[in-house]
């Protein structure tokens, strides 16, 4: 309320100075068409100062700050893969008996184009995420993301993921499942409904994860080569994938 009261004031008294120049001006010179052509002019060129100001040139700077976000966003994410996020889906990935399915799909190169990746996010939208929990080693799964608890909760914090709904979904639900997991004194001797339980879980987490994994991977290959490189050669899909260049 102060600062709409000081702004009302302030406009008050710009026009009154504006009107007492005008009246100085009218004083001295004794010319009111003079005083009106510029007055109208000044007047009519308003509406296009406007347009540049509030539309184009506003325009341009929205469009910079979103880059620069999306920038910082992607980093974030990055880290996340790196820390994180490609060990995840590895481990997810080996637990899914109909992963051969989408497989071929997943293995990106660095020939791939806009279409190939938009028909790789066709496929894993119609997959049908599944998860045999019996074979994941559910104790080191939960060592890992306990170890990590502390960096992924820093990602959380970020103020710059507010802009990316899916991708702080997905951490919430790595978030859960590291809780569900780190609940249980033991993971080897699990009811048959609790580990059906956890099987959802990790499905949930398989699903966002990869198409987070892929829009990422388009991502480094328009972007960043050299990553992207990196990235190609730890591909959890990719069954003949090796760090090192033969």
């Known amino acids: 309320m102060k600062k709409s009261l000081w702004q009302i004031r302030l406009g008050i008294i710009l026009i009154a100075l ?24 000044d007047t009519a060129f308003v509406f296009i100062e406007i347009l540049l100001v509030t539309v184009i ?11 620069a976000l999306l920038e910082k ?4 994410i990055g880290a996340f893969f790196s820390e994180v996020g490609t060990r995840l889906l590895g481990e997810l990935a080996a637990c899914d008996p109909e992963v051969e399915k989408v497989r071929r799909e997943l293995i990106v190169t660095g020939h791939w184009t806009k279409k190939q990746f938009a028909d ?53 639900a790595v978030f859960h499942l590291t809780e569900e997991l780190a609940a249980r004194s033991d ?3 699990l009811p048959e409904a ?18 987070e994994w892929l829009d990422y991977m388009q991502h480094l290959r328009e972007n960043y080569p050299y ?7 730890t591909n959890p899909f990719d069954p003949s994938a090796m760090p090192e260049i033969r």
């Open 227 to 233: 990553l992207f490189s990196f990235a190609m050669r």
């Open 120 to 172: 790789a996010k066709r496929t894993i939208r119609g997959h049908e995420y599944k998860i045999d929990s019996n074979c994941a080693n559910l104790a080191l799964m939960r060592e890992t993301l306990i170890a990590q608890r502390e960096f992924l909760l820093r990602l959380l914090e970020n103020p710059n993921l507010l802009e990316h709904d899916t991708f702080t979904g997905l951490l919430m």
């Open 194 to 211: 609790d580990r059906l339980h956890i099987a959802i879980d990790m499905k949930r987490v398989y699903g966002l994860l990869m198409a």
């Open 73 to 76: 966003l992607n980093m974030v």
């Open 57 to 67: 040139i506003n325009e341009v700077l929205s469009l910079r700050e979103k880059r």
């Open 18 to 41: 504006s009107a007492l120049f005008y009246l100085i001006h009218y004083a001295i010179f004794r010319d009111a068409n003079h005083i009106l052509l510029y007055l109208i002019g």
């Open 187 to 189: 993971l080897q001797e």
